[in-house]
């Protein structure tokens, strides 16, 4: 623990963090870049095939690391991941619960129950799992750093992402709970946002969507999208470090200022 007057360090060098989601996308990213700056790591995904990809990856890089497949809307898995960690580690320092399922683009008027279900068990519920699985552990430590996954698409309720929308806006919400609830044990628990990350660019075959893509980012004060591992995970390492011990149910936009678009 900093006292109020010692700097706070910006580094997780020897931390134990978990990434939900790593075997792909940010959650990839994520795991480069962390256990790059020296952060020791559990990585989840439900295919084990990718997550043995990711895993032969971290080894490459030299990053020490822990390779759990599991869902995130399962309750006893993430418990079980937590005690995993622990057992393996003696500690976890930091959670990013980055992992959710998604759901093709559709109107409201056609959201079936089931598309709402996928969404939330894996978004909200899934969140929620994992900070309450790493929750007895860090409240035990009287530190503990964790890191939702909102959506920019969230905030403005895009047209077509409904259930998708109100998921992260409810991921959003109990990270302000655990914020409230959680600080009086030095927990922090902040949410970022990104807008749209790079992986998801259309190919250059694809001359439809790229057209879309190009008109957003007509607009755009960066006029592109964002990176897993240059550009999203060097704000979500802050929220994990001690210099952001004072930050608590916050959202962070990472989105290259895209929220400025008219
Ligand atoms: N990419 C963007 O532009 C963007 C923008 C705003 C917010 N976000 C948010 O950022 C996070 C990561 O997005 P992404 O685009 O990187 O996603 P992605 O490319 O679809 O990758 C998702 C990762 O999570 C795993 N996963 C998916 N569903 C899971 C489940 N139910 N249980 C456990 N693991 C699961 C996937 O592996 P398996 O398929 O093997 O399980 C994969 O490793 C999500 O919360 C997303 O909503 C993304």
Redesign the pocket.
């Known amino acids: 623990m900093n006292g109020a007057h010692e700097p706070a360090d910006a580094g997780i060098r020897g931390h134990v963090v978990i990434v ?9 990213g994520l795991a480069r870049h962390l256990g790059q700056q020296g952060a020791r790591l559990a990585v ?4 084990p095939e ?2 043995a990809a990711l895993s032969a990856e971290l080894d490459e890089l030299g990053i020490e690391h822990l390779a759990v497949p ?4 399962d309750r006893e898995a993430a418990v079980d991941l937590a005690r995993q960690v622990h057992e393996r580690f003696g500690r976890i320092d930091g959670l990013v619960a ?5 759901r093709p683009v559709m109107p409201l008027e056609d959201v079936r129950e089931s598309d709402m279900d996928l969404l939330f068990d ?2 909200p519920k ?1 969140t929620l799992w994992a900070m309450q699985a790493v929750f007895p552990y860090m409240k035990e430590a009287g530190r503990g750093r964790i890191v939702t ?5 969230g905030m403005s309720g895009g047209a077509g992402y409904g259930p ?1 929308s109100a998921s ?1 806006e409810a991921v959003r919400s109990l990270t302000r709970t655990a914020g409230r609830e959680w600080g009086q044990y030095g927990i922090t628990v902040n949410c970022v ?5 790079a ?2 660019m259309p190919p250059a075959d694809d001359p439809e969507r790229r057209a879309v893509f190009d008109a957003m980012y007509a607009q755009h004060p960066m006029r592109r ?2 990176d ?1 591992e240059r550009d999203i995970a060097p704000p979500v390492l802050f929220l994990l470090s001690d210099a952001a011990q004072y930050i608590t149910g916050e959202t962070f936009m990472v989105d290259g200022g895209g929220q400025m678009r008219a």
Not at 44 to 47: A, C, D, Y
Not at 70 to 73: E, L, Q
Not at 193 to 197: L, R, T
């Open positions: 939900t989601g790593a075997s792909r996308g940010i959650g990839r989840t995904g439900r295919k990718r997550l599991g869902n995130v809307a980055n992992a959710q399922s998604f894996t978004g899934g996954m909102g959506s920019a698409v998708y992260k946002c990104p807008a749209s990350a992986h998801r999208d964002g897993p």
